[in-house]
């Protein structure tokens, strides 16, 4: 293993606190994989990618069990609302205890406390007196830790990599999580089959001795400073202060909480779709949420080649997202369902990294895990609203419905939240209608002209000033 000396090891100092311009376009880093140089970051993906294949075994067996317990999409939905409401209630409160405390500690916490609760399912599994309410309890229990973990997890990656690669670290843990999203469905299908679901939870506990492993054989000095927020009261009010000061932070956020609470309802779809319309075992399942994986997987590694975050390609992937999901929905076969479930994968992925990434660099350091928290709470956290809802629809009016509802909520949300932000940042949409060749479709700034950046010729302006908080005023600019 490379002792992980040097540039992409030592921590740089950062005195420039007018982060949001050089974070939102970084220069290109050493390509796809250039994160994985740095030896703290190589230990957290390592570790992660076992446990991550072992949470994607216990979501797959959970949702399978309930839906075997009951016999209802909708408590499939109760499971999954229960699992995300402790981030809708307390997820603030976790982006504050994410910036109070160093991280990797709280990572070893938390981490410990995931395992436990999966051995716990495990355990009334395999002794066979689990009943749906276990369930439920286990999952609200998850969704607690979680509360913490996430955001903690999220801001962490800028501490393992500094800004320069933050990008291509987020695009990388999200190709590590749809990685695994590969192996732990199949996996899961295969051991609910043959042997039963409590030996997939059993698995899943013990796969969170990975990442405690890889948090303790980091170098603590290695990591990159930042700063902590101080003790005192106001701290949450401080955080959201900020953020209702930075409209350029609001509406992707916004964006990405319709997203989330609607169209990511992935486990009451597929399993409906699984048992009620297609009429097939754990194991096709398993398939069909693998096929999703592939997509994704896809998704996370085109994006870790990009090198900016911009926020016409959110809007533009969150509407063709909606799109696909109706298509899907519309299928009259299993062989075009499932094939569209990769491009669905891939798109909803490139929504994800993109707002999580442009997020993270637009947000001053020392916010960042309160605007973190912020927006996980939003992204997952509608979880609870939306969950019961659509599962009641899929139940009510069929898994087709179900899942065309979450579509047109999507695409309806890209376009309005589109058009607000196309003012926001003094754009708008310039159509050109030319004789034998299709439409051509840009961005070009109020006055008329197309707003590019001279540089290169390859970037436009899609900031502006006047968005001022506890930092100085600034101009945002993304690549086009």
């Known amino acids: 293993m490379s002792t992980g000396s040097g540039a992409d090891s030592a921590p740089a100092h950062n005195g420039d606190h007018d982060t949001t311009r050089t974070r939102i376009r970084t220069r290109k880093t050493g390509g796809t994989f250039s994160s994985l140089k740095v030896r703290n970051y190589r230990l957290f993906f390592t570790g992660a990618i076992v446990s991550n294949t072992g949470t994607w075994m216990a979501r797959i067996t959970q949702d399978w069990l309930v839906l075997s317990l009951t016999g209802s999409a909708a408590a499939v939905g109760i499971t999954t609302a229960l699992q995300f409401l402790p981030m809708l209630l307390f997820g603030l409160y976790g982006g504050v205890v994410a910036d109070r405390y160093p991280k990797r500690r709280l990572l070893l916490l938390t981490q410990s406390a995931l395992g436990l609760c999966g051995l716990t399912l495990a355990g009334l599994t395999l002794s066979g007196h689990v009943q749906v309410w276990h369930v439920y309890l286990v999952a609200f229990l998850l969704g607690m830790v979680t509360v913490v973990d996430n955001p903690t997890r999220q801001s962490f990656a800028s501490e393992m990599v500094g800004p320069a690669q933050l990008r291509n670290a987020v695009s990388l843990n999200s190709a590590n999580f749809q990685s695994a999203r590969l192996v732990g469905p199949a996996v899961a299908g295969l051991l609910i089959a043959s042997v039963g679901s409590g030996w997939a939870f059993l698995v899943n506990g013990l796969s969170f001795l990975a990442p405690l492993t890889a948090l303790l054989l980091m170098r603590p000095a290695e990591l990159h400073k930042v700063e902590r927020a101080p003790r005192g009261r106001g701290r949450l009010r401080e955080g959201l202060r900020y953020v209702a000061g930075r409209p350029d932070l609001i509406w992707p956020i916004?964006?990405?909480?319709?997203?989330?609470?609607?169209?990511?309802?992935?486990?009451?779809?597929?399993?409906?779709?699984?048992?009620?319309?297609?009429?097939?075992?754990?194991?096709?399942?398993?398939?069909?949420?693998?096929?999703?994986?592939?997509?994704?997987?896809?998704?996370?590694?085109?994006?870790?080649?990009r090198g900016t975050s911009r926020l016409r390609m959110l809007v533009g992937a969150a509407a063709v997202f909606g799109v696909l999901?109706?298509?899907a929905a519309l299928s009259p076969g299993f062989w075009l369902f499932a094939l569209l479930l990769v491009p669905i994968g891939m798109v909803g992925l490139t929504v994800n990294v993109t707002a999580n990434s442009y997020v993270q660099l637009a947000t001053d350091p020392a916010m960042r895990g309160r605007v973190m928290s912020l927006y996980m709470m939003v992204f997952v956290g509608?979880?609870?609203?939306?969950?019961?809802?659509?599962?009641?629809?899929?139940?009510?009016y069929g898994a087709r419905a179900g899942f065309a509802t979450g579509g047109a909520v999507s695409l309806a949300a890209a376009?309005?939240?589109?058009?607000?932000?196309?003012?926001?940042?003094?754009?708008?949409?310039?159509?050109?209608?030319?004789?034998?060749r299709h439409p051509h479709v840009r961005f070009v700034s109020r006055d008329g002209r197309d707003g590019r950046d001279g540089r290169d010729g390859q970037e436009r302006r899609d900031g502006r000033e006047g968005y001022e908080g506890r930092e100085e005023a600034r101009r945002l600019t993304v690549r086009a």
Do not use: C, K, Q
Request: hydrophobic fraction near 55%.
């Open 382 to 396: 509608g979880t609870p609203l939306g969950a019961p809802l659509l599962g009641w629809i899929t139940d009510t």
């Open 415 to 436: 376009a309005v939240i589109g058009l607000v932000l196309s003012r926001a940042v003094g754009v708008r949409l310039r159509v050109e209608l030319r004789r034998w």
């Open 254 to 305: 916004a964006l990405v909480g319709f997203i989330g609470t609607f169209g990511f309802n992935f486990p009451i779809w597929l399993t409906a779709f699984a048992d009620g319309v297609f009429h097939v075992g754990p194991g096709t399942y398993g398939f069909l949420n693998t096929l999703m994986a592939v997509g994704s997987l896809i998704g996370a590694l085109l994006s870790a080649r």
């Open 325 to 327: 999901e109706i298509a």
